[in-house]
């Protein structure tokens, strides 16, 4: 079936540092790429997503781009600020089946900024 | 409305008591999903509404899980005879998952 592994945390910097957050995936067919956050005491928001290999989906100064040869779509930022401190999802939506629309996602990363 | 509004929050019950979450999507949204995130499992996908039809509720996890849509538009989830191991925050999604309720956190004691 489906999964999606992301790099385990939690991960700490200090703010202007570059950030890697890693995701692999295995699915059959071809998914959507997804990148959720969850900042403290809020809920789940779409941060960016991917629909189709090298696609680059971006918001908010992320970026993930979607790796088919390496089936990944890892998560960065060039120079993160204290208010990106939240939890980060790696999600992947299976295609077609009866499970259409269904997410996938990884275990979490906590990602915390100091100033 | 707006979004995806879920009731109540929170929700705390004792042991053996029925529960009830509730989910109204976006207006227009046919796709309703509901998700589990608790802190031993992650993120868990429960059960997949079409219009008022459940195609995919292979997520459930036992047979005290049930879930129901009416006119295509709110859905209700059900929890029998709560256990402790059913204490998790319960998500409600709309639109091919690309939108999140709030969530209803549920402990029970």
């Known amino acids: 079936g489906d999964s999606v592994t992301q790099m385990e945390g939690p991960v700490t910097l200090s703010e202007e540092a570059f950030l890697t957050i890693n995701c692999t995936y295995t699915?059959?067919?071809?998914?959507?790429l997804f990148w959720y956050v969850q900042y403290p005491g809020e809920g789940l928001q779409l941060l960016l997503k991917?629909?189709?290999?090298?696609d680059k989906g971006s918001n908010k100064g992320f970026e993930a781009t979607y790796r088919k040869e390496t089936t990944s779509f890892h998560l960065e930022k060039g120079s993160v600020q204290v208010s990106d401190s939240a939890v980060y999802f790696c999600a992947l939506r299976s295609a077609g089946g009866t499970s259409y629309g269904k997410l996938t996602f990884g275990q979490g990363t906590i990602l915390t900024v100091h100033p | 409305g707006a979004g995806v509004s879920q009731s109540p929050s929170n929700k705390v019950t004792e042991k053996g008591k029925d529960v009830e979450l509730r989910c109204d999507p976006i207006?227009?949204?046919?796709?309703l999903y509901w998700y589990r995130q608790s802190l031993g499992q992650g993120l868990e996908f429960l059960i997949y509404?079409?219009?008022?039809?459940?195609?995919?509720k292979s997520g459930l996890p036992s047979d005290r899980f049930s879930a129901e849509r009416t006119g295509g538009s709110v859905s209700t989830l059900t929890i029998q005879r709560t256990q402790q191991e059913d204490s998790a925050v319960y998500l409600c999604?709309?639109?091919?998952?690309?939108?999140f309720g709030p969530g209803t956190r549920l402990t029970v004691l």
């Open positions: 207006s227009g949204h046919t796709a």
């Open positions: 509404f079409q219009g008022n039809s459940a195609p995919d």
């Open positions: 999604a709309s639109s091919l998952g690309q939108f």
């Open positions: 699915a059959t067919g071809y998914p959507s």
């Open positions: 991917a629909t189709k290999a090298d």
